[in-house]
């Protein structure tokens, strides 16, 4: 078996082949630019290998923020290969975007602040040099952070959660989550284009051409009302809150009020509890009494969207001791979830394996994430369940130990599926294996 500290050295060393300069790209080749969440998750890592790099990440994310408050969800870099690329997206002629930047048009979820304060953690514990630089750039990073999460809330909000307009901006592309809600999207007139991520990745394990048709189509729509925030929600088909995003925005006002709070700024700590709080409440509030789990809702439709995925179950990120909250955990560690029998390791897969829409190979539809293995790994050693976050821990560092750093795996064998060496994956193994948190 794969030792700790090579599996360690290996997940480093991606970070350095993928790293290119100002940013490190998703993937080395199907990902050749920032995306977002990507890059606030890829800096937790980075900064256990060095603070200044990991704030070198989070500060080219923030210099992309549109005028609007937005940071979008893909800053490109020079390398070609990607469809669709900053032409294709038409944001150069888009209502906030700043000069000098080239960007998608269509945001991500707000991992950013959660970021930012695990790094300032890590800082702080190396201190010197690494804490002065760390507090400047937060103290910096402050309003920008901020306008985001106020963006979220007020473009973006409806009913005190978050919506979206695109299943890219909720990070899980072709989840299940959004059939219902792709099915209204019109395609009578069929998009020419070439899709270069089956360049790099097989097409089974990638969304279909008949998905990509309404990714684009509904690019088309924004890019006719230059992505305004207020005409786009007139022209799209797709409108939808997202409860798991809604979550995460949870987490990262909490995280920006302790910063705020640390820099002696608490009218900035204040509006980011009461976010918090109203979030929360928002989302506890689309729980399905039958199933327990969270709920996204489909603004165009007017109906509730309750297919059983991982989304469900924001709740249990947020944390909480709730009757609802630990149903739903009681629910995540059972049977149908990271319990199912035939689970190679005991993790969450993106969709329960005993479900009709299970697609065990393909993208948001089955497979199991390392980044989303962290992730509920973190919250529930932040909300006091060490049991579980162990646990998770310890699976998530066997499904790596083969060294691929897959993109996301086969939920009953564990193989490596879509992108090698993907970034975030390696972020994953190296925050566990570094930090103190999981000692």
């Known amino acids: 078996m794969t030792s700790d500290t090579e599996l360690l050295e290996t997940a480093s060393a991606v970070l350095r082949d993928n790293d290119l300069g100002s940013m490190i790209k998703a993937g080395p080749s199907l990902y050749p630019h920032q995306w977002s969440w990507d890059a606030a998750f890829v800096a937790i890592g980075l900064a256990q290998l060095s603070v200044p790099r990991a704030l070198a990440e989070l500060g080219t994310v923030l210099a992309g923020q549109w005028t609007t408050g937005m940071l979008p969800h893909i800053i490109f870099s020079d390398q070609p290969g990607y469809f669709p690329d900053f032409d294709d997206w038409g944001t150069a002629n888009a209502v906030g975007l700043p000069p000098g930047v080239r960007s998608s048009g269509i945001c991500q979820p707000p991992v950013h602040a959660i970021a930012l304060d695990l790094v300032l953690d890590q800082a702080r514990r190396a201190g010197g040099a690494n804490r002065r630089i760390a507090e400047e750039f937060a103290a910096e990073a402050l309003p920008r952070l901020a306008r985001w999460h106020e963006w979220l809330s007020t473009a973006r909000g409806y009913d005190d959660v978050v919506e979206i307009h695109h299943g890219w901006e909720s990070g899980m592309d072709n989840s299940p989550r959004w059939d219902e809600v792709y099915a209204a999207v019109d395609t009578s007139r069929r998009l020419e284009f070439e899709r270069l991520d089956l360049n790099h990745a097989a097409a089974a394990e990638r969304p279909t051409d008949d998905e990509y048709q309404r990714y684009i189509t509904l690019i088309e729509q924004m890019k006719s009302v230059r992505f305004d925030d207020t005409r786009v929600k007139e022209v799209l088909d797709f409108r939808v809150t997202d409860v798991f995003l809604s979550a ?44 327990g789990l969270c709920r996204d809702f489909d603004i165009r439709a007017n109906r509730w969207l309750d297919t059983e995925t991982m989304g469900g179950f924001a709740a249990v990120l947020m944390g909480g001791d709730d009757p609802a909250t630990v149903r739903q955990r009681d629910l995540l560690r059972g049977e149908r979830w990271c319990g199912h029998p035939e689970m190679a390791f005991w993790l969450p897969p993106t969709v329960s394996l005993d479900s009709p829409e299970l697609k065990p190979r393909e993208y948001w539809r089955g497979p199991v994430w390392p980044v989303m293995n962290w992730l509920f790994s973190w919250t529930a050693l932040r909300s006091g369940h060490r049991e579980d976050a162990l646990r998770w821990r310890a699976a998530g560092l066997d499904q790596l130990r083969d060294l691929t750093f897959g993109e996301y795996y086969e939920p009953r064998t564990g193989e490596t599926l879509g992108s090698p060496q993907q970034s975030w994956s390696a972020m994953a193994a190296i925050d566990w294996l570094s930090h103190p948190r999981w000692s």
């Open 248 to 291: 995460i925005l949870v987490l990262a006002a909490e995280s920006l009020a302790r910063i705020a709070t640390d820099l002696g700024h608490p009218e900035v700590a204040e509006v980011e509890r009461a976010r918090a709080e109203r979030t929360r409440a928002g989302v506890l509030a689309t729980i399905d009494p039958d199933t």
